[in-house]
């Protein structure tokens, strides 16, 4: 899947991210690929609800991976960060 | 699966969810399902990820499911809330 094909969760309002994942789906893609970090997970599972029910409705799950992500701190400490990758696709 | 195998992931501890769902894998379940809602779904995922990479490392995921539940809201309004379950299996 291309890397413009993804969309990263972050702190914005919800919508935002519904807005691009549509747009990508309307501008002719196939596949989307929704893309969180921590607490933006629950976020990431409302977007890819959203957009299912309410805007495109013939999309689905084809994936969902969990990882978890090994991230270096500012003390060159690691800090372990759960992840989560949501395929939707037509 | 039967219902016992089912961790509900509300507020408390992440890590008193990690060690409802090692007892059961510890107790001789196969499969273990995780469920959350709305904001917890952060919490359940992050429960899965310690438990597959600290605690019991043969387990993998089997599958995970995202919803929408409609719960119904106190002035008889309806309130969505996206769901997650999250198999995990030996």
Chains 1, 2 share one sequence.
Do not use: W
């Amino acid at each position: 899947m291309a890397e413009e094909n993804t969309i990263y969760i972050g702190k914005k309002a919800t919508m935002n991210y519904v807005l691009a994942v549509v747009s990508q789906f309307n501008g002719g893609c196939d596949d989307v690929c929704i893309k969180a970090r921590g607490r933006a997970i629950s976020r990431a599972v409302d977007v890819s609800e959203i957009v299912r029910n309410r805007f495109v409705r013939d999309v689905d799950y084809k994936d969902v991976k969990i990882e978890t992500e090994h991230l270096p701190g500012l003390d060159g400490s690691e800090a372990n960060v759960s992840s989560i990758e949501i395929y939707l696709a037509r």
